[in-house]
């Protein structure tokens, strides 16, 4: 018999949380308008400051969220050569990065950045606040092998990192020095070899704790309260007011091109982005 | 692009059964709607076209008061921005680069009688009501862009002018539409582009070529679109901006707090 728990995420059941993060994705990425981005991502700090439970950072995510917006402004200013404003002008002859680096461009890749940052922000609860089980719980029944395959496919991501990188201390240790392509051989297969051997032993790992056999079980069954309808109606209306404006044809969008102009925002849209705020209201017991 | 494979036929339909001469006291366009939306064509050139489109429907967007006009015109889409116009009234009669690299036309609105102000969507998403206008100027690629000639009178003065010609572009209104002239210019109607630059160069050239360059009047239905209140990069603070940069000032000062507060908590 299964017992009913408080919710591990904070005050928020797992499920609360993932349709949470998927409106916040929608409302981020339906229009490239910055405005929108900009406060998608400051409602995603807000709720998960809130919510963080004790002895977790954002330090990593701060660090990555940031490269990667930095990195997509850079992107667009270097490749794109539009706009009225030239900041700085490259010799024609370079390959790709030659001619004039316009303000616009920069306010477009910075507008492609904020993007990233708000759905990364978004997405975050559900690596920083819940557990890994607690994601695959909350899926529908019909997914909960896909998320298990999806979850233990990306754990083998960072296992193959620290692989690598234990098999090229290794290899150092015995003299092995960097040098062209091939020298990488000698750290590459074993690296692959292992992650295989990591692969089949996780497998055999499953299958002797029954995977497969049956709905996966839990000692505690995550309750589903009044709080977390209220949060998922709140952050549906918002990601279903995004998507409704997008299909009735309203401007949305931002483009900086040629001459860089405002964004244009609407009033409700705005309110719509605070809806998504509602898990840093409800807060975080202690 | 249903409704553009309609609004075509339709508008072509109207054309031809209802050019006719313009009463001199009465604005031509009065049956078809009762809506009017100034269109200013400033080439590079100095060069002005102006066109009075009236319209029943609540709202036009740009595209349609450009479909309606006569004026040929050519475009290409950027996503959720909506259609740039490429090449207009035969300016430049062919190009390679949307926008141009040397020149290209920039879009500006003028909302109730007001001053111009550059248009931060495309024409396809722009919406115009009733006193609005929509303005176009061919201008170099660096720098801010001028605003064209004032609209001002447009709509006032077009019905004075002689010859004029009259598109009712609604299948519906066609019979409705009073207007018609002896002498009928060729009248140009948008090629639609497709996204190969070069066949889209090779489409707005051939729809250049019928264009005509005279002061009219004309008239349209047309489908009324979402209102969103429209967005003003100059003059005016958009409300909307206002109340994001209130909001968004708020919550970053309340994460600025919370952040300070946990890592005072943890010592």
Known sequence: MQESLAPRGGTLAPRAWVVWSLAAVTVALVSDNPVYRGLVALVALNVLLVSLPPGRRLGTLGVTVLVAAALAALINVLASHTGANALVRLPAGLPLVGGPLTLESLAFGGALGLGLVAALLAVAPLALVLEPHDVVDAMPASLERTGVAVATSLNLVSGFGRTFTEVRDAQRMRGWKPGGLRSWNEVLVPTVLTAIEDSVRLAEAMEARAFGAGRRTSYAAPSFRRLDAVVVVAALSAAALFVGLRLAGAPMDWYPYPTLSLPPVHPLLVVGCLGLALPAVVGRPE | ?267
């Open chain 2, 1 to 267: 692009m249903r409704r553009r494979a309609l609004f075509l036929p339709a508008a072509l339909l109207a054309a031809l059964a209802s050019v006719a001469p313009v009463a001199p006291t009465v604005p031509a366009c009065a049956a078809a709607g009762s809506n009017h939306a100034a269109l200013v064509v400033e080439h590079g050139d100095g060069s002005v076209v102006t066109r009075c489109v009236a319209f029943a429907a609540d709202a036009i967007s740009g595209e349609e008061l450009l479909n309606v006009s006569g004026v040929a015109w050519s475009s290409q889409t950027f996503g959720g921005f909506g259609d740039a116009v490429c090449a207009l009234d035969t300016e430049p009669a062919h190009y390679v680069d949307c926008p141009g690299k040397d020149r290209y036309w920039a879009v500006f609105v003028a909302r109730g009688g007001g001053a111009w102000q550059l248009a931060s969507v495309g024409i396809s998403t722009l919406m115009l009501h009733g006193g609005d206008a929509a303005g176009f100027r061919y201008v170099p690629a660096s720098g801010v862009p001028d605003a064209p000639v004032s609209p001002v009178g447009v709509c006032a003065a077009a019905p004075a002018q002689t010859p004029r010609q009259s598109v009712a572009a609604s299948a519906a209104t066609a019979n409705a539409a009073t207007a018609s002239t002896a002498t009928a210019p060729p009248i140009a109607l948008r090629t639609p582009v497709a996204a190969n630059p070069t066949s889209a160069a090779a489409a707005a050239t051939a729809a250049l070529a019928l264009s005509p360059v005279t002061d009219s009047i004309v008239a349209a239905t047309a489908p009324p679109g979402p209102r969103v209140p429209a967005p003003s990069p100059s003059g005016d603070p958009d409300p909307g901006l206002l109340l994001a940069a209130g909001v968004g000032g708020g919550l970053a000062g309340l994460a600025v707090l919370r952040f300070l507060s946990g890592r005072r908590s943890r010592r």
